[in-house]
Nanobody
Framework: QVKLVESGGGSVQAGGSLRLSCAVSGYTLSRTPSCMGWFRQAPGKEREGVTT????????YYATSVEGRFYISRDAAKNTVFLQMNSLKPEDTAMYYC????????????????????WGQGTQVTVSS
């Protein structure tokens, strides 16, 4: 059974940084390439895609709102996907979720969220001005 567990959220001031982790269990990222994504949902807003990575090719996609500030990466030894968030803004405040999908889903630059089959429970990020 695939399970994703996010961690690393917290409260920071604008301009600060956080690194979120998504620990994967139930399969090995390096042996089974997949499409891993980070999504976020702010209060009163729809969930939106932040970034994805094809763990087989290490190709990535970033939403315009985070490009140049956020970076997605993976650590094969830890079977974990990370989201490094720099220059945080108050509008980045949201619950952040990681999710996994078949590798082909990452072929779309902005994949449909319904294609992601397993989701974590989320970790809260709050950025104050």
């Amino acid at each position: 059974q695939v399970k994703l567990v996010e961690s690393g959220g917290g409260s920071v001031q604008a301009g600060g940084s956080l690194r979120l982790s998504c620990a994967v269990s139930g399969y090995t990222l390096s042996r089974t390439p997949s499409c891993m994504g980070w999504f976020r949902q702010a209060p009163g807003k729809e969930r939106e895609g932040v970034t994805t990575i094809n763990t087989g090719a290490d190709t990535t996609y970033y939403a315009t709102s985070v490009e140049g500030r956020f970076y997605i990466s993976r650590d094969a030894a830890k079977n974990t996907v990370f989201l490094q968030m720099n220059s945080l803004k108050p509008e980045d405040t949201a619950m952040y979720y990681c999710a996994t999908a078949p590798r082909y889903v990452c072929a779309d630059s902005d994949p449909d969220q319904s294609s992601f089959v397993t989701w974590g429970q989320g970790t809260q990020v709050t950025v104050s001005s």
